[in-house]
């Protein structure tokens, strides 16, 4: 090749590097960016969609277990009896010189102390106890009575049962025996003393230490039979006189 070709060539390389130097240069020009037509490779240049995110609960019912019988509590509720009923007792008081009995309402538990306060209360206030009288006052009969041995034996005051008169002193007695007996079971007598010395109770049949309720037949109303016998036992206050037509 001749020298002229040679130089020829290498002016003709030299020219194309520098026309790729140039393509491959950062570019100059006016720092500001244009929007792209067209669709962009994936969607980048689409427009922003807002995301709907759903939240999904799920209620789970559960069946009802059994009470496990080794946990229960059992709650009692107690059971309040309703109280027993009133004891009806009679006491004797005195109506135109015989026992005459009222009835009285005491707690069912009643004792001897009970039947002695309500003699020394005297008649009840009503229209029957207007007619009724008692020489049973307080402070006659001293302590509690005791029962022993089917007796009942009553301590009674020494100025107390001086201060009755003499004819009603044998009533006061005879109303505390038959109250005490008739009221009383298990028992058949009753015994007075005073200051610890017996007292002679005069009875239908005489004094004696110990007297019963039939010892006081007379002062109950008992009408006499022929053959001195005690007939049927009569109320004073409702006796009813038939008169003869």
Same mark, same amino acid.
């Given at each position: 090749?001749?020298?002229?070709?040679?130089?020829?060539?290498?002016?003709?390389?030299?020219?194309?590097?520098?026309?790729?130097?140039? #393509?491959?240069?950062?570019?100059?020009?006016?720092?500001?960016?244009?929007?792209?037509?067209?669709?962009?490779?994936?969607?980048?240049?689409?427009?922003?969609?807002?995301?709907?995110?759903?939240?999904?609960?799920?209620?789970?019912?559960?069946?009802?277990?059994?009470?496990?019988?080794?946990?229960?509590?059992?709650?009692?509720?107690?059971?309040?009896?309703?109280?027993?009923?009133?004891?009806?007792?009679?006491?004797?008081?005195? #109506?135109?010189?015989?026992?005459?009995?009222?009835?009285?309402?005491?707690?069912?538990?009643?004792?001897?102390?009970?039947?002695?306060?309500?003699?020394?209360?005297?008649?009840?206030?009503? #229209?029957?106890?207007?007619?009724?009288?008692?020489?049973?006052? =307080?402070?006659?009969?001293?302590?509690?009575?005791?029962?022993?041995?089917?007796?009942?034996?009553?301590?009674?005051?020494?100025?107390?049962?001086?201060?009755?008169?003499?004819?009603?002193?044998?009533?006061?007695?005879?109303?505390?025996?038959?109250?005490?007996?008739?009221?009383?079971?298990?028992?058949?007598?009753?015994?007075?003393?005073?200051?610890?010395?017996?007292?002679?109770?005069?009875?239908?049949?005489?004094?004696?230490?110990?007297?019963?309720?039939?010892?006081?037949?007379?002062?109950?109303?008992?009408?006499?039979? =022929?053959?001195?016998?005690?007939?049927?036992?009569?109320?004073?206050?409702?006796?009813?006189?038939?008169?003869?037509?």
């Amino acid at each position: 090749m001749r020298p002229s070709t040679r130089t020829l060539l290498a002016a003709l390389a030299t020219q194309a590097l520098a026309v790729v130097a140039v #393509s491959c240069g950062v570019p100059t020009g006016d720092a500001t960016f244009q929007d792209i037509d067209g669709d962009v490779l994936g969607g980048l240049n689409d427009p922003t969609t807002p995301t709907t995110t759903t939240t999904t609960t799920t209620t789970t019912t559960l069946a009802p277990q059994a009470p496990d019988p080794a946990l229960e509590t059992t709650t009692t509720v107690p059971v309040t009896d309703p109280p027993p009923p009133a004891a009806m007792v009679t006491v004797y008081f005195i #109506s135109r010189g015989l026992l005459s009995p009222a009835t009285s309402e005491v707690d069912p538990s009643y004792g001897l102390n009970e039947l002695v306060v309500l003699l020394e209360d005297g008649p009840p206030d009503d #229209s029957v106890g207007e007619r009724l009288q008692s020489f049973v006052e =307080p402070g006659l009969i001293v302590g509690t009575p005791t029962s022993e041995s089917g007796i009942i034996q009553v301590e009674l005051d020494g100025e107390e049962f001086n201060a009755i008169a003499l004819r009603n002193q044998r009533e006061a007695l005879a109303q505390i025996v038959v109250t005490l007996l008739q009221n009383t079971p298990a028992v058949g007598q009753v015994s007075f003393t005073i200051d610890d010395q017996i007292v002679l109770i005069p009875t239908d049949s005489g004094s004696q230490e110990a007297a019963s309720v039939d010892d006081f037949n007379r002062l109950l109303g008992a009408p006499r039979l =022929p053959n001195g016998i005690p007939g049927e036992l009569v109320d004073p206050v409702n006796v009813t006189t038939s008169i003869p037509e």
